[in-house]
């Protein structure tokens, strides 16, 4: 509960969402337009999953969180 409560006041949802769309844009402008490595283009919703998968993986991982917030999380 109290790493829901940090993400909340911490204003991570709203980085959530940010990030989201910086996904999008990149993914839909690079890979798709430039490039041509991907032939379908990403919705909003496509490039959220995609973010929060990519930070399921990293931060079991143990990639992108600093050594204090790993120590906080392994003793709650």
Do not use: C, H, P
């Not at 910086?22 to 283009?41: H, T």
């Not at 919703?45 to 995609?50: E, K, R, V």
């Amino acid at each position: 509960m109290r790493v829901l409560r940090g993400v909340i006041t911490g204003g991570g949802i709203g980085a959530f969402f940010f990030f989201s769309w910086v996904i999008e844009a990149l993914w839909n402008s690079i890979l798709v337009d430039q490039l041509g490595l991907v032939a379908v283009k990403v919705n909003y919703w496509q490039a959220a999953a995609l973010w929060f998968l990519s930070i399921i993986f990293f931060a079991g991982a143990g990639l992108g969180a600093s050594t204090r917030v790993r120590r906080w999380w392994r003793n709650d």
